[in-house]
């Protein structure tokens, strides 16, 4: 199973929106509403901020929301703060009742 | 509150075994499905397995199949994994991971496996 395709980097400056993509097959983000994305911090464990391609878990930001067409997946960060810096991972289940990750995606604030 | 500490992890030879443990608590472990995941050093995430609440459905991926097994033990809230025939390549940081609406609601601080002569 090859992990999902997202961009190696995304930046933007303080108060813009950023969208990171997640380009998956019709084997996995094409066909099932499965998507999830993670944020990840330096040396820490990775955190939920979106599942089931919109739905923030509770306690996350507003200002991330998801949505998806045909196999790419997208997350849209607005309003970037600092602390949304960091890495950031899509996954997906798949039609081999497995799950697949993104190959991540550093995002900087300028 | 709701918590997964990973324990087990140490430096093992190629060809070795070892032993990974999650215990869980602040929440009712039977209920849920647990995953295992994986970072190499420098790398991104990997997904290696998942266990369903009654331990009947497993699943894993392609780079440990056959040589890794997944259990739990729902009397001790502990999930396992119990890895055989280790890789350099296994090496990495083991996080054990609720699967609560999706995998990974909720993750343990990791366990860091050294696979090297």
């Known amino acids: 199973q090859s992990a999902l395709t997202q961009p190696a980097s995304v930046s933007g400056s303080p108060g813009q929106s950023i969208t990171i993509s997640c380009t998956g097959t019709?084997?996995?983000?094409?066909?099932?509403?499965?998507v999830s994305w993670y944020q990840q911090h330096p040396g820490k464990a990775p955190k939920l901020m979106i599942y089931?391609?919109?739905n923030r878990p509770s306690g996350v930001s507003n200002r991330f929301s998801g949505s998806k067409s045909g196999n790419t997946a997208s997350l849209t960060i607005s309003g970037l703060q600092a602390e949304d810096e960091g890495d950031y991972y899509c996954s997906s289940y798949t039609s081999r009742n497995t799950y697949v990750f993104g190959t991540g995606t550093t995002v900087t604030v300028l | 509150q709701v918590q997964l500490v990973e324990s087990g992890g140490e430096l093992v030879k190629p060809g070795g075994s070892l032993r990974l443990s999650c215990a869980a608590s602040g929440f009712t472990f039977s209920d849920y499905y647990m995953s295992w995941m994986r970072q190499a050093p420098g790398k991104g995430l990997e997904w290696v397995s998942y266990i369903s609440n009654n331990g009947h459905t497993i699943y894993y991926g392609d780079s440990v199949k056959g040589r890794f097994t997944i259990s739990r033990d729902n009397a001790k809230n502990s999930l396992y994994l119990q890895m055989n025939n280790l890789r350099a390549e296994d090496t990495a940081v083991y996080y054990c991971a609720r699967d609560g609406g999706a995998p990974g609601d909720v993750w343990g601080q990791g366990t860091t496996v050294t696979v090297s002569s």
């Open positions: 089931d391609v919109t």
């Open positions: 019709s084997s996995d983000v094409g066909t099932y509403n499965y």
